[in-house]
């Protein structure tokens, strides 16, 4: 079965110091997508990456980094010089792509809270 | 840049009323869903939608709720006979085809009294 832990519940850190979500899945497909979502306090669901499993390939795109490893199944999200306005819940999720209009399933979530 | 779009942002009923959550897709996208995301809790996939039929549903999504394109542009969810665990806020999102991305609308929160 499809599952993603994302065992960090709550992070606090002060601005400008780099933190590193972590996102571990399970799934039997050899075919599957990961993703992160940020959802900020007003709520909504902001799409952030997205990999295919055949994509090792770490993604940089400005203060955000993401570090596929398959063989430990994580996908752990780091944002470096973090600021203010980081502070959201960010989700990681999975879909095996296994059939037509495939379900996320999204881990738990990590609420990230960015001090000044 | 097009967006998901949903109405009401939020709806309070009465516990045993129908209610009817819309969504406006992205005009190009032909896979739609529904999530539900109980508050401070996980989003939980409730329902997917392709060619005017119903292509995967979860355990959550019961004879109680309903999905329907009725028109070119709206995709609804109908909830029957709300009860007090349906208060939530429920997403629609839509992607291209069956493996892109889904983007989220702002959600409607839905409130059972």
């Known amino acids: 079965a499809q599952k993603v832990t994302q065992a960090q519940t709550e992070i606090s850190v002060v601005e400008k110091e780099d933190v590193t979500l972590d996102c571990v899945y399970e799934?039997?497909?050899?075919?599957?997508?990961l993703f992160w979502y940020k959802q900020p306090p007003s709520g909504e669901l902001v799409f952030l990456i997205r990999?295919?499993?055949?994509?090792?390939q770490n993604e940089i795109s400005g203060r955000y980094s993401w570090n596929f490893q398959k063989s430990t199944s994580s996908f752990n999200f780091t944002i470096t010089a973090s600021q203010v306005v980081d502070s959201a819940v960010y989700f990681c999720a999975l879909s095996e792509a296994n059939q037509a209009g495939t379900a996320l399933i999204f881990g738990k979530g990590t609420t990230l809270s960015v001090s000044s | 840049e097009p967006e998901v779009t949903q109405t009401p942002s939020h709806q309070v009923t009465q516990m045993g009323q129908e209610v009817i959550l819309r969504c406006v897709p992205i005009?190009?996208?032909?896979?739609f869903y529904w999530y539900r995301q109980i508050l401070g809790q996980k989003v939980e996939f409730l329902v997917s939608f392709y060619n005017n039929e119903i292509s995967e549903k979860s355990e959550i999504f019961d004879d109680q709720f309903s999905v329907e394109r009725p028109d070119g542009s709206n995709f609804t969810l109908k909830i029957r006979s709300t009860k007090l665990e349906d208060s939530a806020m429920y997403f629609c999102a839509s992607s291209e085809g069956w493996r892109d991305t889904q983007y989220f609308g702002p959600g409607t929160r839905l409130t059972v009294l």
């Open positions: 005009s190009n996208h032909l896979y």
């Open positions: 990999r295919n499993s055949f994509d090792e």
């Open positions: 799934t039997r497909d050899t075919t599957y997508y």
